[in-house]
């Protein structure tokens, strides 16, 4: 159904709310695309539509599938062990993602823990309010904040705080930094790219930044990614060797123009101080 949708990235959640421990380390499996060959000919016109647009934009994958951890805790010492480097269960997972239950695991989820994505349920009611300065250091650091609008299919109370509380969060962002994804439970909670674009709109994002929460945000959340699991930085160390021509310049005697055609040497000081009187004479002169 998704890729009838015209959708070409998956990321496989794995959910947790407490302690990771090596059992919840990333044991999901890519789907097998070449499976899907078989499959009813809507669906094998759906993939060979994909793969079609990929040529056209000169793309080698028409079809992504990574995998995420999402971690739901009140708790901010459970969220610093999850989120530390040494942890392996979370460097299994090509996304990080936490969904803070409590203002201070969200004031620690913008200022220091290294996830991708901070996410919410927006159909309850928040127990904290979006300030812009908090979310405003986590876009600074690269971080994305991610809206899930199956919600706001379900029942009416659901939808009623979904709208209202997205439209809170994209004015304390400015729009910005923000991605939009399913959060699915079925199929037929799945919707294209251009309904979502302007659902997005009704709370509260431009239509610039809509298309942007669905195409180069995310395309920024997995560079983000990418570059966590990497070197922070790199330095190059060359050796110069000095040229021959400035070895022992020093000893060199330096010759100094003055006025006229006489010079002087810095290594001579009993002619410079001949030089100087000469010339206090001549002035005497000229001024009788």
Not at 95 to 112: N, T
Request: glycine residues 4%.
């Amino acid at each position: 159904m998704a890729i009838r949708l015209g959708i070409d990235l998956f990321a496989l959640g794995h959910d947790v709310s407490e302690t990771l421990t090596d059992r919840d380390k990333c044991s999901m499996q890519p789907l097998d695309l070449a499976s899907l060959q078989s499959g009813t000919s809507s669906l094998q016109d759906a993939l060979r539509m994909q793969q079609g647009l990929a040529w056209k934009h000169s793309s080698q994958a028409s079809i992504n599938q990574l995998t995420r951890l999402t971690l739901h805790t009140e708790d901010s010492s459970v969220a610093a062990q999850a989120f530390t480097g040494a942890q392996a269960a979370a460097a299994s997972y090509n996304l990080l993602a936490i969904e803070p239950l409590s203002d201070q695991v969200l004031q620690q989820a913008c200022a220091s823990l290294d996830v991708d994505i901070i996410t919410f349920d927006l159909s309850k009611r928040l127990p904290f309010r979006f300030k812009p300065g908090p979310l405003q250091v986590a876009l600074k650091r690269g971080l994305h904040l991610e809206i899930c609008y199956a919600s706001a299919l379900r029942e009416e109370t659901a939808r009623r705080n979904f709208f209202a509380n997205a439209l809170a969060l994209t004015r304390a962002t400015r729009g910005k930094g923000i991605v939009v994804s399913s959060s699915a439970r079925s199929a037929f909670e799945l919707r294209g790219p251009y309904d979502v674009i302007n659902m997005a709109t009704l709370f509260g994002l431009s239509e610039h930044d809509s298309k942007a929460a669905l195409t180069t945000n995310c395309e920024a959340v997995i560079a983000h990614a990418q570059a966590r699991k990497a070197y922070k930085g790199a330095v190059l160390i060359e050796a110069v060797r000095p040229a021959q021509d400035n070895i022992d310049q020093t000893s060199q005697a330096v010759q100094v123009p003055l006025a006229g055609p006489d010079t002087v040497s810095l290594q001579s000081p009993a002619k410079r101080k001949t030089l100087a009187s000469n010339t206090s004479k001549q002035r005497k002169r000229k001024s009788r």
